[in-house]
């Protein structure tokens, strides 16, 4: 038999496309003592993680949730509850995130309608509105925050062409909730989901979910069992609700962690979280620029806490990253699928968000590239 030392992890500074670093108090948060699923102290708790969860997304939705797992969990709950076979869907593709929305749609059953754009771009109104005189649709996604390019999706006037065409709008709101404005209720916005590991600063394991009355109806009206059990939010509502009666055991002590994470998240303020992804943006985007880097997305539509970065062909991209690694116990990522080995993907998410990480970081690339 091997001998299996103590876990001992290197203290990472994690500028990737998540997961972020994660705030001491939520990891001191996930070592209280677990507590049974039906505890009356964890119901409690669950109330608390679900207005908290109503406050990072601003909206009233009741049926808000964290489902269990990580953010591709959240994607499958969007997607199956609603879809029901031979149902049309359009789904913009971007990005990587928006062909595994088409993938997953697909599985169950839907007929899957592509929007098409170039990876770095966004989709205007008039593009929507275009794919929405063609057909009814019953369900429109967008991925509001691609992580595989550093596009942010504007999100205004989307709702209302969705909704004049009969459909629900759903969002992946995976890499900007809790680092750029998502309100929900405002962008009209029926079905979203995020991730904990992003913007939230939590450890990966959840997936925010909330769910609008308008889609609630339709997931009470399907005229077929939703497809997947474990995510059949008509199930799991009552667990969630008023009932608290058991459908899985939640993962205790991600919950934890997660209204410690919320609860940090509120003490900052939205308002003043938004600002400082912003700034620090700014800072980092300044100094590559400073150092020769193009930044692949226009300004006009760069998401703020995810920074893609071309890596000109004199640079070894993939050498910088693993040196800084080694050398600075920096994680910064590569691109994904069209932008493998073009970019590099810099994350500013939650905890990681700080001017020390920027100045350190930028100082490194500097040495290893000069
Ligand atoms: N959607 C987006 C935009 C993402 O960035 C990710 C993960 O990076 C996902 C979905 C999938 O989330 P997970 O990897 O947590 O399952």
Redesign the pocket.
Known sequence: MSEYKDLNTPARILLG??PSMVHPRVLSAMSHPVLGHLDPEFLKMMTDVQELLRYVFQTDNELTIPVS???????EAALCNFIEPGDDVLIGVNGY?GE?LCDMAGRYGAGVHRMDKSWGDVFSLEEIQRELDMRSYKLVAL?H????TGALQPLEGVASLVHDNGGLFLI?C??SLGGVPVDIDKHGVDIAYS?T??CLSCP?GL?PLTISERAREVLHSRESKVKNWYLDMSLVEHYWGDERTYHHTAPISMNFALREALRLVQEEGLEARYTRHRTHAEMLWDGLNDLGFELYVPEAHRLPVLTTVSVPESVDGAGVRRQLLEKFNIEIAGGLGALAGKVWRIGLMGYSSRRENITLLLKAIQDLVE
Do not use: L
């Open positions: 496309p998540g797992g990580t953010g591709s969990a959240g994607m995130f595994r991925v925050a691609e992580t595989s992946d995976v890499t991730g590991q992003k990966p997936s």
